[in-house]
């Protein structure tokens, strides 16, 4: 299954550039199993281990605010040697040394596993949405963008994006067992780093979309139909239609001023 | 009946729903607390639309009929008076005459299995009850039965000279999707122009959509605390009004911002006073439910609060409620309509279900289900969303996958003979029984 590797080889040159261009990078190696990826965390991790919501006023950082820039995608392969387990890369400030700022955000998880398959992939899309499963961090629920916060208390124990990038892969793993390998990748560095992931990774989400449409086919249901007027072969027909119901509101002067035939 | 016969009649109904709504006012303001003043303020906007309207019939004024999701906002920077087609069936409960339109609506021989918020403005255009606009904006989307509302009001002696647009929906939801109705929008802007005498403002436009955007960004942080457990408000308060607040009235007005603000800072207080939806001694939030559709305005009296008390089952979300819409870029007139029509054409609720491709009832019941702690899924089933009966199978099987129990009633949301309110909540709590909910 390969529809995400091109993703994953531009999301890798996208970090050599990064790299290259000089951006502060910073880099954290944390390969293992679930439980080894919780232990030692400053936060909880797991079903309500944030049963509350981070209000304005308890916010210490916000993430991924439209206006500030956001981008986040799953991309997943069953080639994880293209993929160094537990590795988390950081670009730019991180949350400790952000106090009531509101960072660009984006956020790759690649993911790996040899028996990862098309059967897998809601379940791993699903697992991005962490919802109340890591302490003091809210993701906001939008459909489109990536956009949380971080409680002043969680940042108080420590929450950085090692603890998060951690969260992250412990959250995948446990959801998708099939997982072997996660790399995360955030970017806080600037709007345009962050637009330029997003210029990178957006042919993902066509991708998506058409595995959603074939896994619900097998199933049995049509997401989609799969016909408009381009693949119509009766187009010239239905064309010469509307000619001839111009023609004819014209003849006979019925047409109304912003009527469409 | 001819236009000036029309006139009077429909200004006698529009001025009586005028003067239910002061009334509504007025008992408003004996509400103490936050959310009196909420209501007040809300009531205040929709009060104020009214008087427009008539203002404008009364003075032979321009003023256009159209729908939500025509984008508001552009009549708004045109300064363009407007009211929706569709308008009564959503004044819920308190317009007291729905039942008998309806009836009357039948007696007219309009099938029964047309979606009755349709059945009823045919009926009003043919009984001269809704004012005779200036121009109308026609809706092709999102469904078939749309548009048998405008080959009516083609027809009818006071109605047929008016002047009609209708934006062409693309199938797909893809960039090219929404530059077209980007330009669809253009034209229309173009029409009204034409045809009302009313310029559009470039200027005046961007203000108006960063205010509007003003608005989305507190109605999306209100739907955060939302999240909460309990949920600071059930189905009074909240999700409803937020979109006719944002998409009916005057959209892009900062008396909207300033009724987010107040909605915000209500749910923020319940919140920080650990209350949830029902202010009952001893109650309690157990059930936490997401009604996937427009509340059941007929008879939403006879089902929500008896919900909320028997079951201490919250609407913590529903279809109208949710929040897809991505801001406004106003840094140009390009990315201006093209939010503008992001917004129209694949956020504006049904019209996001109903138009769009089947994926959005997957991915939302998903979402919204982890975020807002969801314990129950609600498919009304309203007789009118065909559409939606066709994604039955995909919504129950999303549920299941999520683990959480999917209920499919089957219903009209506008007329409480269809399944009535009795055979509703039995069916309901049934199946919370069966579920072993609450």
């Not at chain 1, 991924?64 to 293209?82: E, K, M, V, Y």
């Not at chain 2, 309207?53 to 407007?82: Q, T």
Request: glycine residues 8%; negative net charge.
């Amino acid at each position: 299954m390969a529809r995400f590797d091109e993703y994953i080889e531009k999301v890798s040159r996208y970090i050599e550039e990064m790299r290259s261009g000089g951006a502060r990078a910073v880099e954290f190696d944390h390969p293992g199993s679930p439980e080894q990826l919780r232990e030692g965390l400053p936060i909880g991790v797991g079903p309500n281990a944030n049963p509350g919501i981070v209000l304005r006023s308890d916010t210490f950082v916000e993430l991924g605010n439209p206006q500030a820039g956001s981008c986040a995608a799953l991309l997943w392969t069953d080639r994880p040697s293209l993929i160094r387990d537990g590795r988390i890369t950081l670009f730019g400030p991180d949350i400790q040394e952000s106090a009531d700022a509101s960072l660009p955000f984006g956020q790759i998880l690649t993911v790996g596993g040899n028996d990862l398959g098309q059967e897998d992939h809601e379940k791993l899309q699903q697992a991005q949405h962490v919802a109340d499963q890591i302490e003091g961090y809210m993701v906001r629920s939008a459909s489109q963008n990536l956009w949380s916060r971080i409680s002043k208390d969680a940042a108080a124990k420590g929450f950085d994006f090692e603890t998060l990038g951690r969260a992250l892969m412990d959250l995948v793993k446990t959801g998708a067992p099939a997982v072997s390998a996660v790399e995360v990748l955030f970017v806080t560095t600037s709007k345009a780093d962050v637009k330029r992931l997003d210029g990178i990774v957006s042919g993902v989400r066509e991708i998506n979309r058409e595995i959603l449409k074939e896994t619900w086919k097998a199933r049995g249901y049509d997401l989609d139909c799969d016909f408009d007027c381009t693949s119509c072969k009766d187009q010239e027909i239905c064309d010469d239609i509307r000619d001839v119901i111009v023609a004819r509101k014209k003849k006979t002067g019925s047409e109304k001023d912003g009527e469409r035939p | 009946m001819d236009r000036d016969a029309v006139r009077e009649k429909s200004l006698a109904r529009y001025k009586q729903e005028r003067d239910w709504f002061a009334l509504l006012r007025e008992a408003t303001k004996l509400l103490p607390g936050e959310e009196g003043r909420l209501q007040e303020k809300l009531l205040t906007i929709l009060l104020d639309s009214k008087e427009t309207v008539v203002d404008c019939v009364e003075n032979e004024k321009s003023f256009i009929a159209g729908y939500f999701c025509n984008a508001p906002e552009l009549f708004h920077a045109m300064d363009l008076p407007w009211y929706m087609l569709m308008e009564t069936p959503f004044l819920a409960a308190s317009a007291p005459y729905l039942l008998s339109d309806i009836e009357g609506a039948e007696n007219m021989g309009i099938g029964t299995d047309l979606c009755t918020a349709i059945r009823l403005p045919i009926y009003y255009i043919e009984n001269g009850l809704m004012p005779v606009p200036s121009a109308v904006l026609g809706l092709l989307y999102p469904c078939d039965g749309a548009p048998m509302l405008h080959q009516v009001l083609e027809h009818n002696k006071a109605w047929k000279d008016v002047p009609i647009y209708s934006c062409d929906p693309p199938y797909t939801s893809d960039e090219r999707a929404v530059e077209y109705f980007a330009d669809e929008l253009r034209r229309m802007a173009d029409f009204l122009q034409k045809h009302t005498g009313k310029t559009l403002d470039m200027e005046k436009l961007v203000e108006v959509c960063e205010e509007s955007n003003k608005s989305y960004t507190l109605w999306q942080d209100y739907n955060e605390l939302r999240r909460n457990v309990p949920c600071p408000h059930g189905w009074e308060i909240g999700g409803a009004q937020a979109f006719a607040i944002s998409q009916c009235f005057v959209a892009g007005d900062p008396r909207c911002t300033d009724w987010f603000r107040q909605l915000y800072k209500c749910g923020e207080l319940k919140i920080q006073e650990g209350k949830g939806a029902s202010a009952t001694e001893g109650w309690k939030e157990k059930i936490r439910l997401f009604w996937f559709d427009i509340m059941p305005y007929g008879w939403i009296f006879e089902l929500m609060p008896w919900l909320e008390e028997e079951w201490g089952a919250v609407i913590v979300m529903d279809m109208f409620s949710n929040f897809p819409y991505t801001l406004i870029d106003t840094s140009s007139e390009k990315t201006i309509f093209h939010g503008l029509a992001k917004r129209n054409l694949l956020d504006a609720p049904m019209i996001r279900q109903a138009r769009g491709t089947a994926e959005n009832f997957s991915n939302d019941i998903g979402r919204i289900v982890k975020d807002y702690k969801i314990d129950c899924v609600i498919w009304p089933g309203h007789m009118g969303h065909k559409d939606g009966a066709a994604t039955t199978g995909i919504m129950r099987e999303t549920c299941r996958e999520l683990a959480v129990p999917f209920l499919h009633i089957g219903l009209d949301l506008f007329d409480r003979r269809y399944t009535n309110p009795e055979e509703v909540r039995t069916k309901v709590s049934e199946y919370f029984r069966g579920m072993g909910l609450g």
